[in-house]
């Protein structure tokens, strides 16, 4: 579903991805760990061309993503879940929601709240339909970013750090949401995430970045049990520890 080939992405003289070469099955849940500065957000970024890589070449269910093509593509394939939400404040929760249904997929008013209605439900806040953002916890904000990500209906889910900005009383419930989602849907999931739970419990694979590059990538078992290179066992021994 997602096939990245050599890239690599310089800001200036910074060398941030190395000829990344990576690919993403139909329905895979992908999880990609790493230290801060590895390069995992541009990894994900470059998915979408949020990032345009320098070189190498992006595929979406194998066609070639382009700057020409991306917006046509991303609308069809791709949504994205920040690690701030990103919703419109001037906007309640419904609308936030129906705004790109509407708007992008030329859904009617009805066929849009009925959408977003049904995924405020799967992610437990359809009570919230009708109040602002700023009156939200953080994450019952994220929760009603990951409904908005779901209400484009997309076959590719990419979140970066999705728990990141939360207090550690909110991450939980955002990752609930995360995990109910992974196991009920055969919707692609890229996850960058420092949460090593989340990764055991949900991630078919697990990719660990460091210095730009995919240093390992195997089963969650194979990683947290049996890792192979040293970096990667250096890092699970200081994280694991917390």
Same mark, same amino acid.
């Given at each position: 579903?997602?096939?990245?080939?050599?890239?690599?992405?310089?800001?200036?003289?910074?060398?941030?991805?190395?000829?990344?070469?990576?690919?993403?099955?139909?329905?895979?849940?992908?999880?990609?760990?790493?230290?801060?500065?590895?390069?995992?957000?541009?990894?994900?970024?470059?998915?979408?061309?949020?990032?345009?890589?320098?070189?190498?070449?992006?595929?979406?269910?194998?066609?070639?993503?382009?700057?020409?093509?991306?917006?046509?593509?991303?609308?069809?394939?791709?949504?994205?879940?920040?690690?701030?939400?990103?919703?419109?404040?001037?906007?309640?929760?419904?609308?936030?929601?129906?705004?790109?249904?509407?708007?992008?997929?030329?859904?009617?008013?009805?066929?849009?709240?009925?959408?977003?209605?049904?995924?405020?439900?799967?992610?437990?806040?359809?009570?919230?339909?009708?109040?602002?953002?700023?009156?939200?916890?953080?994450?019952?904000? %994220?929760?009603?970013?990951?409904?908005?990500?779901?209400?484009?209906?997309?076959?590719?889910?990419?979140?970066?750090?999705?728990?990141?900005?939360?207090?550690?009383?909110?991450? %939980?419930?955002?990752?609930?949401?995360?995990?109910?989602?992974?196991?009920?849907?055969?919707?692609?999931?890229?996850?960058?995430?420092?949460?090593?739970?989340?990764?055991?419990?949900?991630?078919?694979?697990?990719?660990?970045?460091?210095?730009?590059?995919?240093?390992?990538?195997?089963?969650?078992?194979?990683?947290?049990?049996?890792?192979?290179?040293?970096?990667?066992? %250096?890092?699970?021994?200081?994280?694991?520890?917390?």
């Amino acid at each position: 579903m997602i096939k990245l080939v050599n890239v690599n992405k310089y800001y200036g003289d910074l060398h941030v991805l190395k000829d990344v070469s990576l690919e993403v099955e139909e329905g895979e849940k992908l999880v990609i760990i790493g230290p801060s500065g590895s390069g995992k957000s541009t990894t994900v970024r470059c998915m979408n061309f949020l990032e345009v890589p320098s070189s190498g070449h992006v595929y979406i269910d194998g066609k070639e993503l382009t700057v020409k093509n991306r917006t046509k593509m991303i609308r069809e394939y791709e949504s994205m879940v920040f690690q701030s939400f990103n919703l419109y404040p001037h906007l309640n929760v419904l609308q936030n929601l129906t705004i790109a249904p509407v708007k992008l997929f030329k859904k009617s008013k009805k066929e849009a709240e009925n959408l977003a209605m049904h995924y405020l439900e799967v992610v437990g806040l359809k009570e919230k339909a009708h109040v602002y953002p700023t009156t939200l916890s953080g994450g019952q904000q %994220q929760r009603i970013a990951i409904a908005r990500a779901l209400c484009s209906q997309s076959k590719i889910i990419l979140f970066d750090e999705p728990t990141s900005a939360l207090d550690p009383e909110t991450i %939980q419930e955002v990752l609930d949401v995360m995990v109910k989602l992974a196991k009920e849907s055969n919707i692609t999931m890229v996850v960058v995430t420092h949460e090593m739970g989340f990764a055991r419990q949900v991630a078919d694979r697990v990719v660990f970045m460091a210095d730009g590059q995919i240093v390992e990538s195997g089963t969650p078992e194979h990683f947290f049990t049996d890792p192979k290179n040293e970096r990667v066992k %250096q890092f699970l021994g200081k994280i694991l520890k917390h």
